[in-house]
């Protein structure tokens, strides 16, 4: 096994369906609920939008006769929003269907601020036939308070975490305290809706910040959920679950990671250290 894959692995739950089942049976053994991710993003070719679809689906399939607790998360320039908008519709669409004939739930990951704006329109036109799509929202945006009123007063459920993608300051908060305090803005407007939303941060000032807010204002552990990724601050995955919050984790699998894994490495700056020291020490 190469370093990076050796490093790769901490953040995926492995390259094969089978790996990425396993993991979410011990997951869900320990009260947690997941999101399954197939790896892969800015796919050029329609065949192979398509096959990533039927590879949404079959997964469907399989949590379906598993039994197991878990959704799909994915991203649309996977399923051909490079190539074209309605060619995005149709395909992604051929999943959501899948997805509501199983009672399950298709979440649409947030992507560079680039795709903001096509993303959340397919949002909206998905939402009009189905109930059984979300999206997220990324508090470093300027535009994201716009878009959570939007989507929350539509009733479409929304994923709030910082934002992976480097962006421009003509779009994005550059400091991470103005991202913090917007967090914690649209934290409140989402347990303030009565909307099933989801907190999605490591951050255990977010995390203390959502607690603190649902308490003084009565919102029930059982109204929102708390969701991490996997490998990523499991002490404090198991600690919400032992008080009783709603845990999800994002379990990302397939052969594709390097993006995924990328972004996680500069999420902090100790991961890329660490890599870099093992493998000049190699
Ligand atoms: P922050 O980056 O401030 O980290 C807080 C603490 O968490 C760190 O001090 C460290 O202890 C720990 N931590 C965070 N990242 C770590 C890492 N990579 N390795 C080790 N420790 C780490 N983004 C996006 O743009 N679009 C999306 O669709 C999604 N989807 C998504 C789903 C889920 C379930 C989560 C939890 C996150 C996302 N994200 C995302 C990623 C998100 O935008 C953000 O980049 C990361 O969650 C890191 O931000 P934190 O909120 O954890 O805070």
């Not at 096994?1 to 011990?26: N, W």
């Not at 607790?69 to 269907?97: P, R």
């Amino acid at each position: 096994m190469g370093i990076l894959t050796f490093f790769a692995k901490r953040f995926i739950a492995g390259e094969t369906k089978q790996e990425a089942v396993e993991a979410v049976k011990k997951l869900n053994g320990m009260g947690m609920r997941t999101t399954l991710d197939i790896l892969g993003e800015n796919v050029s070719s329609e065949q192979m939008a398509v096959d990533l679809a039927d590879r949404y689906i079959d997964i469907l399939k399989t949590i379906e006769k598993m039994n197991i607790d878990a959704n799909v998360s994915l991203k649309l320039t996977q399923m051909g929003l490079d190539i074209s908008d309605d060619f995005c519709y149709e395909n992604v669409g051929k999943i959501i269907e899948a997805a509501k004939q199983r009672d399950n739930f298709v979440r649409i990951d947030m992507e560079g601020s680039d795709y903001t704006e096509r993303t959340l329109n397919l949002v909206y036109r998905w939402a009009e036939k189905y109930d059984n799509v979300g999206t997220v929202i990324q508090s470093m945006l300027y535009r994201s308070e716009d878009d959570v009123r939007k989507l929350s007063g539509r009733g479409i459920k929304i994923r709030l975490c910082k934002g992976a993608y480097k962006e421009p300051a003509s779009a994005a908060f550059q400091k991470k305290a103005r991202v913090n305090e917007n967090f914690i803005e649209l934290m409140k407007i989402l347990l303030d809706s009565g909307i099933f939303h989801s907190v999605a941060t490591h951050d255990n000032d977010m995390i203390a910040a959502t607690r603190k807010y649902a308490e003084e204002n009565n919102i029930g552990r059982d109204k929102f959920e708390f969701q991490m990724l996997y490998g990523i601050n499991r002490f404090g995955q198991k600690k919400l679950v032992s008080e009783n919050y709603r845990m999800l984790v994002y379990v990302p699998y397939g052969t594709h990671w390097f993006p995924y894994f990328y972004r996680r490495l500069r999420e902090r700056k100790e991961n890329v250290f660490f890599v870099l020291k093992h493998i000049l020490g190699s």
